[in-house]
């Protein structure tokens, strides 16, 4: 199984400050056949489901704002605010769709 | 717009079967693959189980394979997920959601599954 690393596991910010979420996986997830990284960030607020923040490692998902951004290549990959709100907090997630099982990070919360 | 709704979740005793039903409306359901995932309660995500659009190709999570069976029936725009021999263990939120590269991910809000004597 792919094993997806996220550091750190708790992040205090201040509001307006930068916060910067580190995911590493145990091995590429660039899709040889449509060259995509099939990585994506799920960010879950208190009692809610997780939705869907960045897809196929820099494409943000309808509706997020873009203090959000997402780079990487191949193995390292990272999920960055610009300015951080209140809204923003909750457990941020990567997860690997290039191979079943499809694997999650252990979870950011930023807080 | 796109939506998952989970049902079927409750209090079953170890041993027991469940069956977990996700309904979708908003898009063209039998384009999809979906898929099945699981939270322990106050811990992270678990892939459990997932089926191509066309229901041909299931795959399972090694927890969960030989006790769970997954299926879809696409006049009802719904996709099962049945648990037998259910382990305490198995106490966890399940979420359902649509698989896509690209935008079209979208997840349902989940149902409770408690698995207890």
């Known amino acids: 199984d792919i094993v997806m690393t996220q550091s750190p596991l708790s992040l205090p910010v201040t509001p307006g400050e930068p916060a910067s979420i580190s995911c590493r996986s145990s091995?590429?997830?660039?899709?040889?056949?449509?060259?995509?990284?099939?990585l994506d960030w799920y960010l879950q607020k208190p009692g809610q489901s997780p939705q869907l923040l960045m897809f196929t490692l820099s494409s943000r998902a309808s509706g997020v704002p873009d203090r959000f951004s997402g780079s990487g290549s191949g193995t390292d990959f990272t999920l960055k605010i610009s300015r951080v709100e209140a809204e923003d907090v909750g457990i941020y997630y990567c997860m690997q769709h290039i191979e079943f099982p499809y694997t999650f990070g252990q979870g950011t919360k930023l807080e | 717009q796109d939506q998952l709704v989970e049902s079927g979740g409750g209090v079953v005793q170890p041993g027991r079967s469940l069956r977990l039903s996700c309904v979708a409306s908003?898009?063209?359901?039998?384009?999809?693959?979906m898929y099945w995932v699981r939270q322990l309660p106050g811990k992270g995500l678990e892939f459990v189980a997932h089926?191509?659009?066309?229901?041909?190709?299931?795959y399972f999570a090694d927890s969960v394979k030989g006790r769970f069976s997954i299926s879809r029936d696409t006049s009802k725009r719904t996709v099962f997920l049945q648990m037998k021999s259910l382990r305490p263990e198995d106490t966890a939120m399940y979420f359902c959601?649509?698989?896509?590269?690209?935008?079209?991910?979208?997840w349902g809000q989940g149902t409770l599954v408690t698995v207890s004597s």
């Open positions: 908003g898009f063209i359901f039998s384009s999809y693959d």
């Open positions: 091995q590429s997830l660039v899709d040889a056949d449509d060259g995509k990284t099939h």
């Open positions: 959601a649509r698989d896509a590269v690209g935008p079209d991910v979208s």
């Open positions: 089926i191509s659009f066309d229901g041909r190709k299931k």
